[in-house]
């Protein structure tokens, strides 16, 4: 793995110290997805039209494969290799003695591997088994006697994660009503650490357990949730609302008296305050709307995520939160999407088409990153995504024929 890098405006070339107690904290994830990198390389090999089907039979991952390449000392590698193992659908085999060994390390790669492994291996299949494993991974979802456990932010975010995987497209009542709740949820006692991180994975999540059950009758059972008018709240901001049911149901086991006094659940290191922090709860609820309404073509839905038409607004929106309304927006209008350069432009808000000199009394630099973040947020996320789900190559898109081919010229 290739651990140098380049300096700016020189270019100096820059390689990492080894030898620096830092160097293993940041060299801990990249190793870990080198791992799964590696992983996906099994895949290609049971793949390869030149094996026969009982050569193909012979490299399938078995649980004797897997635990006797189990490293004596765990390492981030193996932990994105129980990934990929988990992607390629090959770790069900594990028994869950297996399983329980490999949380019991200690060792957040090895617990985050292991964690979206099962989950992507069991993807849409609300296996119990798993979804009790990864539920003891959320203190949200223990009783108030154990929500005191020490469980690392790391392995708390791939759980939520996980859960949106294991429940995907089944608009699940329970867990859809708790990753709404932990969205805008303050955070519990002093844990500070990945509080973005654990919020955007709760959006996700949620957007998985209801993928594109915006519009449809299956979706009829969580009518009384609001989903997409929480949601609109969490990313638009405003004063906090009530709990939902289900964190008032957990809360209710506990001896108020005994236990669950004000002090205990207060943060002393940050002041929630009256109003919902957008910088935390905007990304995940916008990703959770996009993916709620996929490919429905709801107008409605995507008028919540329209972009600011004011210069005074666009202020108040950070360019990336910018980025991830546009990509929602394309997710919900799929249909609409074209690849040409006035349809990208007509994603601008109108103060952005504006002359560039009119810009200049008023925040210039704000304005012209907004622009660009948008523009190329168009051609890149939107396009891409779509010739991605057509599976255009490289030779198709040079085809007249082909839908995806454009020449977007004169985007800023």
């Not at 107008?299 to 600011?308: D, F, S, V, Y």
């Not at 051609?379 to 024929?401: I, W």
């Amino acid at each position: 793995m290739c651990l140098l890098g380049r300096s700016p405006p020189c270019n100096v070339t820059v390689a990492l110290d080894l030898s620096s107690p830092l160097a293993g904290a940041l060299s801990l994830w990249p190793k870990f997805h080198n791992g799964v990198a590696v992983g996906l390389r099994l895949q290609s090999l049971r793949s390869t039209s030149r094996l026969t089907a009982r050569q193909r039979k012979s490299v399938c991952i078995t649980r004797t494969w897997i635990v006797y390449n189990k490293p004596e000392i765990p390492t981030p590698q193996h932990g994105g290799l129980l990934l990929a193992l988990g992607l390629q659908q090959q770790l069900h085999v594990l028994a869950m003695t297996d399983i329980y060994e490999y949380l019991t390390l200690g060792h957040d790669p090895t617990t985050v591997g292991m964690l979206l492994g099962m989950a992507a291996a069991k993807c849409g299949s609300c296996d119990a088994a798993v979804s009790k494993m990864l539920c003891l991974h959320i203190p949200a979802l223990l009783p108030q006697p154990f929500a005191e456990m020490e469980v690392s932010a790391a392995a708390q975010t791939a759980a939520i994660t996980g859960i949106g995987m294991l429940y995907c497209g089944t608009a699940h009542r329970l867990m859809a009503e708790f990753l709404l709740g932990e969205i805008a949820c303050c955070s519990r006692g002093d844990r500070m650490r990945d509080r973005e991180a654990y919020t955007l994975s709760a959006g996700l999540a949620l957007g998985l357990v209801t993928l594109g059950k915006g519009s449809s009758n299956e979706a009829a059972g969580l009518g009384d949730l609001e989903i997409a008018q929480r949601l609109h709240h969490a990313l638009a901001g405003g004063t906090e609302s009530k709990s939902g049911q289900i964190l008032r149901l957990l809360s209710s086991t506990v001896d108020q008296g005994n236990y669950l006094c004000e002090d205990h659940v207060c943060n002393s290191r940050v002041r929630e305050g009256e109003y919902l922090n957008t910088d935390l709860t905007a990304p995940g609820a916008t990703l959770a709307l996009g993916l709620y309404f996929i490919q429905t073509n709801s107008t409605a839905a995507a008028a919540r995520l329209r972009l600011p038409d004011t210069g005074v607004l666009i202020d108040t929106v950070r360019p990336d939160f910018m980025l991830l309304r546009v990509i929602a927006r394309g997710l919900i209008l799929w249909d609409f999407i074209r690849p040409t350069t006035e349809w990208v432009e007509a994603q601008l808000p109108s103060v952005l088409v504006d002359s560039m000199q009119a810009l200049l009394a008023v925040s210039y630099s704000l304005k012209s990153a907004s622009r660009s973040t948008i523009s190329g947020d168009a051609c890149v996320g939107h396009l891409g995504v779509r010739c991605a789900q057509r599976s255009c190559s490289a030779s198709a898109v040079a085809k007249k024929n082909c839908p995806c081919k454009t020449q977007l010229t004169g985007v800023p």
